[in-house]
T-cell receptor, first 113, second 113 residues
Framework: SQTIHQWPATLVQPVGSPLSLECTVEGTSNPNLYWYRQAAGRGLQLLFY??????ISSEVPQNLSASRPQDRQFILSSKKLLLSDSGFYLC????????????FGPGTRLTVL | SQKIEQNSEALNIQEGKTATLTCNYT??????LQWYRQDPGRGPVFLLL?????KEKRKERLKVTFDTTLKQSLFHITASQPADSATYLCALPPTDSWGKLQFGAGTQVVVTP
């Protein structure tokens, strides 16, 4: 069966510090991978998605970046965090067109102080 | 621009009653629509997918309808239970993109005993 891991689960970082969040998927090959951010009480905002190794599409211009060094690994990074980067970060995978639904990881709660 | 609207007010309902949630969309011609459940501090979990040629779909106590003329989906929870308390999100694939979803902000359901 497929599983998706994210870490860390929670993170408190000062403004201006770097960020690295990692997501790995097990039990599937060549998935689409996604990074979302959810602000408190708000909907899901798609940040990046990837259809293959090294292929990243950015949805929203910002100080974040994403990389996909391996087929089932997706990394979200920042060189300098802003207060507005605080939120709940979710990684997800899907395998269209076989499975159109998305499967989400447990999320990372990021607080920037 | 494409827009998804869900009732932002929480739906408070008594145990045993039927909860009905609405998802309206504009400027989409979706091939399908999906519903997810999200518990506090967790990632969304896929519930149901309904395709444009399907009027209704059921899964246990859940029922989804899809009216492409009205551009609306209704999500019903019958015989609701306190364990059904969560936020429910609808999601649509953008018309101009493949493998992505856009999510509504969700409607919170609170089922009281």
């Amino acid at each position: 069966s497929q599983t998706i891991h994210q870490w860390p689960a929670t993170l408190v970082q000062p403004v201006g510090s770097p960020l690295s969040l990692e997501c790995t998927v097990e039990g599937t090959s060549n998935p689409n991978l996604y990074w979302y951010r959810q602000a408190a009480g708000r909907g899901l905002q798609l940040l990046f998605y990837s259809v293959g190794i090294g292929q990243i599409s950015s949805e929203v211009p910002q100080n974040l970046s994403a990389s996909r060094p391996q087929d089932r690994q997706f990394i979200l990074s920042s060189k300098k965090l802003l207060l507005s980067d605080s939120g709940f970060y979710l990684c997800a995978w899907s395998v269209p067109p076989l499975r159109d639904e998305q499967f989400f990881g447990p999320g990372t709660r990021l607080t920037v102080l | 621009s494409q827009k998804i609207e869900q009732n932002s007010e929480a739906l408070n309902i008594q145990e045993g009653k039927t909860a009905t949630l609405t998802c309206n969309y504009t400027n989409y011609s979706p091939a399908y629509l999906q519903w997810y459940r999200q518990d506090p501090g967790r990632g969304p979990v896929f519930l149901l997918l309904i395709r444009e040629n399907e009027k209704e779909k059921r899964k246990e106590r859940l029922k989804v309808t899809f009216d492409t003329t009205l551009k609306q989906s209704l999500f019903h929870i019958t015989a609701s239970q306190p364990a059904d308390s969560a936020t429910y999100l609808c999601a649509l694939p953008p018309t101009d993109s493949w493998g992505k979803l856009q999510f509504g902000a969700g409607t919170q359901v609170v089922v009281t005993p």
